[in-house]
């Protein structure tokens, strides 16, 4: 899923899933137009993340 889906999906914003990434919490490969793409495990991961945040 792109960005915005996992944003949506996961209760936080694009830009904490790039700190998330920048900081080595989640991964996203990258589609060959450079887009980000995530997988499912990943949700789980920034989840978490955003409760232990809040």
């Not at 499912?40 to 789980?44: D, I, K, S």
């Given at each position: 899923m792109l960005i915005g889906e996992f944003a949506d999906?996961?209760?936080t914003?694009?830009?904490m899933l790039r700190y998330y990434?920048?900081?080595g919490l989640v991964?996203?490969?990258r589609?060959?137009?450079g887009y980000r793409v995530y997988d499912?495990?990943?949700?789980?991961i920034a989840d978490a993340?955003?409760?232990e945040y809040m």
């Open positions: 999906r996961s209760g914003s694009a830009r990434e920048q900081q991964r996203a490969r589609s060959a137009n499912e495990g990943e949700l789980e993340k955003t409760k």
